[in-house]
T-cell receptor, first 109, second 118 residues
């Protein structure tokens, strides 16, 4: 089983819609979780950290479900500029960042 | 201007060539990383340096040789590469070694070097 699994997509979503995707992880000892965003031919950039209680940043909401070992990202009122690949990342017990392969999101006008 | 700069942005090299990738960070960070990103695959950590000392080497082939002369610069020396080594090589830095504080875990990436081995 892969350490981090993400649906590669692409998710094709109309502008203004709400979209959500999950990421599952296999290491139950993981403590820190993150969502990074990577635009086409660009480097990854931190979108948001994922806290145990869930957190929200504008149109973006991240949640952690420890029992089922997944994190989620919800994007409301999607914009064309949200089109990107979203990478799920967690910090393992060896303090290494473990990366998912990413979920590609395409927002259509 | 990005806080982490990488050169060159693109590199095509033959299997017998020797080349080096350069990374420089202007953020005052203490930890630097080399990652390999292949198409549709997760980022693979290659090397970690903390305060100029290598702390992690994820069984990377010896044809990749890192060098960290100071906390702001990181090199990846390449020799006798294989076509399967073609990928995007990303340099990143973080404020501290992830072992010291999980609160400082944001990694800042350079724009990468797109390497093609022919």
């Amino acid at each position: 089983r892969k350490e981090v699994e993400q649906d590669p997509g692409p998710f094709n979503v109309p502008e203004g819609a709400t979209v959500a995707f999950n990421c599952t992880y296999s290491n139950s000892a993981s403590q820190s979780f993150f969502w990074y965003r990577q635009d086409c031919r660009k480097e990854p950039k931190l979108l948001m950290s994922v806290y145990s209680s869930g957190n929200e940043d504008g149109r973006f909401t991240a949640q952690l479900n420890r029992a089922s070992q997944y994190i989620s990202l919800l994007i409301r009122d999607s914009k064309l500029s949200d089109s990107a690949t979203y990478l799920c990342v967690f910090l393992d017990s060896n303090y290494q960042l473990i990366w998912g392969a990413g979920t590609k999101l395409i927002i259509k006008p | 201007e990005t806080g982490v700069t990488q050169t060159p942005r693109h590199l095509v090299m033959g299997m017998t060539n020797k080349k080096s990738l350069k990374c420089e960070q202007h953020l005052g960070h203490n930890a630097m990383y080399w990652y390999k990103q292949s198409a549709k695959k997760p980022l693979e950590l290659m090397f970690v340096y903390s305060l100029e000392e290598r702390v992690e080497n994820n069984s990377v082939p010896s044809r990749f040789s890192p060098e960290c002369p100071n906390s702001s610069h990181l090199f990846l020396h390449l020799h006798t590469l294989q076509p399967e080594d073609s990928a995007l090589y990303l340099c990143a830095s973080s404020q501290s070694d992830l072992r010291s504080s999980a609160m400082n875990t944001e990694a800042f990436f350079g724009q990468g070097t797109r390497l093609t081995v022919v």
